[in-house]
């Protein structure tokens, strides 16, 4: 690993909760590491660390120590790949940090590194059938998963940062100009996939359009809106709603909205308090989303429904429904300012 990559995803014992995020966003490797300023490893953080403080409501301004792990599993510098494979696959972990004999952090042994990338059967269906309205004009002859960033269509490239993690069996349900989807992805083999289509023939709603499915999933499967751009690790995302053993996971990102007001508390007539230009912290929907099989069984056949529906029915049914907070970069393309924005950050997220 190049030592500007290893600085990178750095941070000393005095960061906040919040600079180790920044140092897990920047590296995209899913982990900070926390040293002295002689880069002896004290710690170590990882997006798991950071779903758990969020969902506990720690502030990302806290001290870092308020999620660090100070116990890591680590190998040292010259041992074999063999052996640090079997430690990676014993222990579980996508991470290892590699030190020298003073403690020095030298390395990361990582599972792509050791391991590459393993096709994977996890089942992807990826959601291609909306109309695009707020996004007209572009979208009057052009559906919006097909509108371009970073020199290929939206769609194009997430099934590209799919493909890169070894998924390869993916379902598209189109509806709208159906045919530009299919006639440009055809069966998936230029793309290095295998892709089907669900058919809708009017507006199924996320979930409802699951009823379509040409075979039943035997294992997890992933449901993504198609106007998303993630850079998301969907390996830590399976094994998450694996670990919890839910029948459903909504991945959220983390929202923050300042009140541009003081706000005022009272109880009664009696105010309590005064509170200047608070801000506000939601958990808003990613439109990311994992399903045991099981939930098909929650979906009437040809009928309409969204993923939030189904997910209540899920709760309502007593099964688990997960959440899962993402620190990655994570674009919804709803608008044109999205649009724009995301082509504007595209080469800096994904070419990087």
Do not use: C
Not at 94 to 111: F, I, K, M, Q, S
Not at 140 to 158: R, W, Y
């Amino acid at each position: 690993m190049k030592k500007s990559v290893l600085k990178g995803l750095t941070v000393g014992p005095a960061a906040t909760v919040r600079e180790a995020i920044e140092a897990i966003d920047r590296s995209r490797r899913q982990i900070a590491l926390v040293a002295d300023t002689d880069g002896r490893l004290l710690a170590t953080v990882t997006d798991g660390d950071v779903r758990r403080s969020l969902l506990a409501g720690i502030d990302l301004d806290a001290p870092v120590e308020k999620v660090m792990h100070t116990s890591p599993l680590t190998v040292q510098q010259g041992t074999p790949n063999a052996t640090a494979r079997r430690i990676i696959r014993e222990s579980k972990l996508h991470h290892v940090p590699v030190l020298d004999p003073e403690g020095r952090v030298v390395d990361l042994a990582t599972v792509e590194d050791l391991f590459g990338v393993t096709p994977k059967d996890t089942r992807i269906v990826l959601m291609a059938g909306g109309l695009g309205k707020r996004l007209r004009p572009l979208t009057e002859t052009v559906p919006k998963p097909m509108l371009s960033i970073g020199g290929k269509p939206l769609l194009e490239q997430i099934i590209g940062v799919f493909a890169d993690q070894g998924f390869w069996r993916i379902s598209i349900s189109v509806n709208y100009r159906r045919e530009i989807v299919q006639d440009h992805f055809g069966d998936g083999t230029d793309f290095g996939v295998s892709i089907d289509y669900i058919e809708e023939d009017q507006a199924m709603g996320t979930a409802g359009a699951l009823s379509l499915l040409k075979d039943r999933p035997e294992a997890p499967f992933i449901v993504m809106n198609s106007d998303v751009l993630v850079s998301l690790q969907f390996d830590a995302l399976l094994r998450f709603h694996q670990d919890l053993s839910a029948t459903g996971t909504v991945v959220v990102r983390e929202y923050e909205h300042q009140v541009p007001y003081g706000v005022v508390r009272a109880e009664g007539d009696v105010m309590t308090g005064i509170v200047e230009k608070p801000v506000e912290r939601f958990f808003i929907n990613g439109g990311i989303y994992v399903l045991s099989p099981e939930a098909l069984d929650m979906i009437d056949p040809g009928d309409p429904l969204d993923m939030p529906s189904l997910l209540t029915r899920i709760g309502q049914a007593e099964r688990k429904v997960g959440v899962f907070p993402m620190r990655d970069y994570w674009r919804d393309i709803g608008q044109i300012d999205d649009l724009e924005a995301a082509r504007a950050e595209f080469d800096t997220v994904f070419r990087s």
